[in-house]
């Protein structure tokens, strides 16, 4: 009886340890099972997040970059263009640069365009045509010349810009001899315009663009006038990406075009922000006397603008003797003094003594707007005796 009693306790005992054993087996199983679960939920999610994340993006980084590469500019065929302008007719030919021809054109939906067809593609002009294409899809500013599109095929290299009809300022100051050259100069009110909205174009570049971008051919001709006579700057086919606080870049070929050029980046190739601050300078001074920079026909002393007006600038007497006659006396002395101080400053042969173009930009300011207001009390005697030149470029046809 006893022996039983025993068996039947050794019984209950391993049935009890049986019991223990599977209910742990059993917990840690639902254990393993929740953390399993726990953790394929994170996991999930996670990728729910990151596909999201790609989804608003465009898909993927290649996506991202070639979207916002390609924003805004039109892929053009050579066929397309060469319908716009009449087969690239002589009749739609507005000017000629160092890039090639441009012509005047219209799109099939009715938009004026001016179209640059490529000379020759060497290499200067290829590297010149990825520069402006890939700088001007980033660059937008209501003072700087918009890139409309381009056409990249293995002959032709093509960029289309949108139409300015007044052409390039060089135009309207001086008689450049082309059939396209206008006789009548601009007023002195307008002047002052052109100088503040192309000085609103380089500050842009400057200082708000990071980094940096330095223009490199800034002049008269790649300043265009639209039909009301708003500048905007072109041509950014020589431009840099730098920065003026490391010293600028150091180049062994200077690009740029003679009268224009700062002398340290001419004798050294040293190029900074306050390079484009000098070319600005002398455009100014084309603005003042209606000279160009380099005259090799007049007196020795007066071939160059720069050297001839530069000690005249900040005289009050001789600055009066040096002012274009095409302007008939339209501005008073103070504007004058005020304008060729500027002057004076951007050229100077010393790059830190020159402004910054958002100095410029403030200094130029309340003179324009002096004149609006003098303009509208007095009912304008002044602006009425100024001579608004016609708009030369703005009968664009497709055809002849
Ligand atoms: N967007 C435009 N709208 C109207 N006319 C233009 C336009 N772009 C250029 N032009 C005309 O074509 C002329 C030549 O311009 P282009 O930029 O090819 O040469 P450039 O500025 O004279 O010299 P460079 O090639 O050395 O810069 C300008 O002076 C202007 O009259
Ligand atoms: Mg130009």
């Not at 009449?86 to 365009?113: E, I, T």
């Not at 899809?137 to 700087?144: C, F, T, V």
């Not at 918009?146 to 990249?152: D, Q």
């Not at 020589?238 to 075009?257: E, Q, W």
Request: aromatic residues 8%; contains cysteine; charged residues 25%.
């Amino acid at each position: 009886m006893e022996v039983e009693d025993d068996y039947r306790r050794k019984q209950q005992l391993v049935l009890l340890a049986i019991v223990v054993l599977a209910s742990l087996a059993l917990v840690s199983l639902l254990v393993a099972f929740s953390y399993y679960c726990y953790i394929s939920n994170k996991v999930s999610k996670r990728l729910k997040i990151r596909k999201r994340a790609d989804l608003e993006d465009g898909g993927s980084f290649e996506n991202v970059k070639e979207f916002s590469t390609e924003k805004g500019l039109q892929l053009f065929t050579f066929k397309q263009l060469h319908s716009a302008t009449g087969g690239f007719s002589k009749s739609n030919v507005v000017g000629h640069g160092s890039f090639g021809h441009v012509y005047r054109g219209v799109l099939n939906d009715g938009r004026k365009v001016a179209i640059k067809l490529m000379d020759q593609a060497g290499k200067q002009g290829e590297d010149e045509f990825k520069v402006e294409v890939e700088l001007l899809r980033r660059l937008h500013s209501p003072y700087l010349l918009a890139l409309l599109g381009y056409c990249s095929d293995n002959n032709h290299k093509l960029l289309v810009y949108e139409f300015m009809a007044n052409g390039g300022l060089q135009e309207h100051l001086y008689p450049v001899g082309s059939s396209n050259s206008i006789s009548v100069k601009l007023d002195w009110e307008t002047r002052l315009r052109v100088a503040l909205e192309a000085a609103k174009g380089l500050e842009y570049l400057h200082e708000h663009v990071c980094p940096p971008v330095i223009h490199r051919d800034f002049k008269s001709s790649n300043v265009l006038l639209d039909k009301n006579l708003h500048a905007k700057v072109s041509d950014f086919g020589l431009a840099k990406i730098g920065s003026d606080k490391a010293g600028g870049h150091v180049s062994t070929r200077v690009l740029g075009t003679q009268g224009y050029v700062a002398p340290e980046y001419a004798l050294t190739g040293h190029l900074t922000t306050k390079s484009d601050v000098y070319s600005y300078g002398v455009v100014l001074l084309e603005l003042l006397t209606g000279r160009v920079p380099v005259d090799m026909k007049r007196t020795p002393g007066e071939a160059s603008l720069v050297s001839w007006a530069l000690p005249r600038l900040t005289d009050r007497e001789r600055v009066m003797h040096i002012m274009d006659p095409a302007l008939e006396g339209q501005y008073s002395m103070k504007d004058v003094v005020q304008v060729a101080a500027i002057a004076a400053m951007c050229v100077q042969p010393e790059a830190d003594y020159r402004p910054l173009m958002a100095d410029v930009v403030q200094s130029l300011v309340p003179l324009v707007r002096n004149y609006r207001t003098t303009s509208k009390i007095i009912g304008s005697s002044s602006s009425s005796s100024a001579t608004k030149s016609p708009a030369p470029h703005d009968n664009a046809s497709s055809g002849d």
